[in-house]
């Protein structure tokens, strides 16, 4: 009954920023990790940051480096993800994901539990 709820995406500008949300209740967090992928049309998903939060290790694809930060609030099972300094090529859904294992993957598969997706939109 692992359920994940996302929020925050929009349309912005090049150059702007959004927060995204992500909430899994019900669960024992410290146990989980989460991360966050996104799909743009005809493309495959990408990871784009991930978190693990019994030990707080991150992995984060070089196209965002600089630009998102990922962060945990383990007494909300909550998990954001600040977006700055976006771009067009940003634009795609962003889809959070979790997994009971606790280890930070970089690769969707690995991943049991999915929200709905967002869609984010960074206009030029």
């Known amino acids: 009954e692992v359920q994940l709820v996302e929020s925050g995406g929009g349309l912005v500008q090049n150059g702007g920023s959004l927060r995204l949300t992500c909430t899994v209740p019900g669960v024992n967090f410290i146990d989980y990790a989460i991360g966050w992928f996104r799909q743009a049309p005809g493309k495959e998903h990408e990871g784009v940051s991930c978190i693990s939060n019994s030990d707080d290790n991150t992995y984060s694809a070089d196209s965002v480096k600089g630009r998102f930060t990922i962060s945990s609030n383990k007494a909300n099972n909550t998990v954001y993800l600040q977006m700055t300094d976006l771009k067009p090529e940003d634009t795609a859904v962003y889809y959070c994901?979790?997994?009971?294992?606790?280890?930070?993957?970089?690769?969707?598969?690995?991943?049991?539990?999915w929200g709905q997706g967002t869609q984010v939109t960074v206009s030029s």
């Open positions: 994901a979790a997994n009971a294992n606790g280890v930070p993957y970089k690769v969707s598969g690995l991943y049991a539990y």
